[in-house]
């Protein structure tokens, strides 16, 4: 029963092993040469202007949650569409009460005003 | 596939109503209608499952076990539709009892009837579960409304309290229990508590993951009640949440999570004479008893040292969680059924006892100190009566329902052979007296303070009157609620 799970361990080892080897390799080998641009945060994007420890508006959590909902529910109707005839009838009923479950939250999502900005 | 959906019932009528209670509080602004919508709801819940309750069980014989919607997932009738009767039923006391309440101290009742149905959903479908996912996922709905119940009043600094720590130590006991259903899972290959037992039956299970599952849901499980080593969270949250939420939380919350225990111990601890299956049985069996003895001690000792009334009650909720995990140790029919029986009992005298608190209490939690109490048999009598009925039957008074329940736990120890766990109860029932009759001392023999305290009921009479009235008539006719409890298991 253990002997199953040798590969696994020689999968982790040699995983470590390989990642550590050439990280500490192109530390020791690569060539350094340093210049301002390099050691911005972002090299090829806007400069900081602030500290990124910073309160910001609780907004932003409340959208990207919903955002995960609705984005769950796409996961669920992608396999449901594709099988949708060998699912027959009792998919099609579960996934409209999904549905309208979800359209209730919705609901109130948009009553409570947590899609509005200001 | 109908007689299925009759017995499905209760579940789908308390979904549609969590459901359309929440678009009614997005849609309409005046509260008074939720509060009926919600009132109305677990009325029909209840009808609903009395209606699955009385079905009879030819019926339920006849259901064939292949071609169900629910896969065999939902367990049908017997104990299930019970708690939902009693879930029900305590959800519906609190509702009664929190309008008032909640108006006079926080002024908003938003989405609090809706937490309160959702909340009842939750230990519902956990009463209902045939497979550990769908005990997993009720468990869930019922601490994740918790959470938001206890953070109501979220302009308190000690709600906030309550409900962070709550919802920080609960995720992380999750963990565990996810964990050791897992494990418990590739231990059995099975999430199916039926099939989980017949392969233990059988001696397909590895025995280090059965015993390291069992163990991490025990950790999980001891969590939601608020057993011995994993009890600290019970005072803090249940003295700054809403008393009223509290008084739900450590009654109704309690019973649901000792049914998880009943339903997920009563499969994997089958009485069967396979030696190794028998030597684990007893190490998870003493394992158990030995945390229910320290819980109780320690609940109770803690308790004598309190002064507010609410910590004390939280400390006194600990202790009894030590009592109902007695029969899950003893781990035989007599001890499921004085678990259910002082299930029931414990909701009625816990939630009645927060009632009273919930009157009294004035701006954010004052008015509740042990002295506060001193002489109101003087101002008011009839609240003054109420609570020392409750007192009487959580220290376990004969004529009331707490003291069957415990007697029915005790004699359950003793057939299981633990009589040492017995004593230690008895013992520490004893310790309790102490407190309990602390609190009927100072209403009774002690001069009332200058100000005396205004009392406001509002529509809590009803809840405290049904909590009375159950304590007697199951105090003093013990064999209804017994004999019902008797055909379960």
Partial sequence: MTLEYIPLVFMLVFGFGIATVFMYLSEILGAKRSTKEKNTTYESGMTPFKTARDRFSVKFYLVAMLFLVFDIEIVFMYPWAVQFKQLGSTGFIAMMLFIVLLLSGYIYVIKKGALKWD | ?489
């Fill in chain 2, 1 to 489: 596939m109908g007689i299925e959906l009759q017995y499905l019932l209760p579940i789908i009528t308390i979904s549609f109503f969590v459901v359309t209670a929440i678009v009614f509080d997005a849609l309409l602004q005046n509260k008074i209608f939720s509060f009926v919508w919600s009132i109305i709801g677990l009325i029909v819940v209840i009808g609903t499952a009395s209606y699955t309750f009385v079905i009879p069980s030819l019926e339920l014989m006849n259901l064939s076990k292949e071609g169900l919607i629910t896969k065999n997932m939902v367990f049908f009738g017997g104990y299930a539709s019970f708690f939902d009767i009693v879930f029900a039923g305590a959800g519906l006391m609190t509702i009664l009892a929190s309008r008032v309440y909640i108006k006079r101290e926080y002024k908003e009742l938003n989405e609090y009837y809706s937490l309160i149905l959702i909340t009842v959903s939750g230990m519902m479908l956990i009463g209902h579960s045939n497979n550990l996912l769908i005990l997993f996922i009720g468990i869930e709905i019922m601490s994740i409304s918790f959470y938001v119940l206890a953070g109501y009043f979220r302009n308190s600094i000690k709600s906030i309290e309550a409900s962070l720590k709550y919802f920080l130590l609960g995720s992380f006991a999750t963990g565990f229990l996810v964990y050791g259903i897992a494990l418990l899972y590739g231990a059995t290959g099975s999430l199916d508590l039926n099939i989980i037992t017949s392969n233990l039956i059988a001696g397909k299970f590895n025995h280090i993951y059965f015993l390291l599952g069992s163990g991490l849901i025990l950790i999980g499980l001891s969590f939601k009640v608020a057993a011995f080593p994993f009890h600290q969270w019970a005072p803090d949250v249940y003295q700054g949440s809403p008393t009223v939420a509290s008084g739900f939380m450590s009654s109704a919350g309690k019973a649901a999570a000792m049914i998880a225990f009943i339903i997920v111990f009563k499969h994997i601890l089958p009485a069967v004479n396979n030696p190794v299956l028998i030597k684990d049985t007893h190490l998870i069996q003493n394992i158990i008893a030995v945390l229910a003895a320290c819980t109780m001690l320690l609940g109770n000792f803690t308790a004598l040292a309190q002064t507010n009334v609410k910590r004390m009650l939280a400390y006194s909720s600990v202790a009894h969680a030590g009592y109902l995990l007695i029969g899950i140790a003893s781990n035989n029919s007599t001890g499921w059924t004085g678990v259910l029986f002082y299930s029931v009992a414990y909701i009625l005298m816990q939630l009645g006892a927060f009632i009273v608190l919930s009157v009294i209490e004035r701006n954010e939690q004052s008015n509740l100190e042990l002295s506060d109490f001193a002489g109101l048999s003087r101002s008011h009598p009839i609240l003054a009566a109420l609570m020392a009925v409750f007192m009487l039957s959580l220290a376990g008074i004969p004529p009331f329902a707490g003291f069957f329940g415990k007697y029915y736990l005790f004699v359950s120890a003793v057939k299981a052979d633990y009589v040492w766990l017995t004593i230690v109860a008895v013992i520490s029932s004893i310790i309790s007296m102490y407190y309990y009759i602390g609190i009927i001392l100072q209403m009774y023999f002690k001069d009332p303070r200058s100000v005396a305290l205004e009392a406001d009921y509002g529509l809590a009479r009803i809840p405290l009157f049904i909590a009375v009235a159950g304590l007697v008539i199951f105090g003093v006719f013990p064999s209804l609620l017994a004999d019902v409890a008797y055909y379960f298991f």
